[in-house]
């Protein structure tokens, strides 16, 4: 496979915030300080690119171990009920670069970086209202189950509060 995975650089802060502003409303929209205040405080934030364009970010992953000071009303739901978990805040891939099989490469990397922080669980959630069927199919592929729904912003989105044991994934 012609991609490669990397720690997101300062240098990626514009292509990211584009990314993820036009995945909205299967993602939390930002401004420039409010994502670089979320990359700052989460424990793991990559990048996956084209090996010939190293430069250029195809998609990301932002995630946070146990006791991050987040206030998200989802990790917050999780940690009540962990103390042995990898939360995915957020994973977007392009949409000129969907079907290649980068989600799967970034989730690579994920279970690999839960494995490596010894931790059970890797947790995540995708909304149902709105409705995101793909993302939920691709995360039942990667062996997450559904363990809760929240509404949350205020009632305005539902999701689906998903966990999947550290052996699952992709290898």
Known sequence: MPYSLRHLLPADAAPVL???NAAVPAVNAHDEASLSALLAASSHALAVVHDDAPGEVLGFAVL???DADYASENYRWFSARSE???YVDRIVVSDQARNQGLGALLYTAIFAAARAAEVGQVFCEVNIAPPNPRSLAFHSRLGFEPIGEQSTKGG???VSLLSAPVGAGVR
């Open 64 to 66: 946070f171990g146990v």
């Open 156 to 158: 305005t989105v539902v």
């Open 18 to 20: 584009g990314l993820n």
């Open 84 to 86: 042995s978990f990898l």
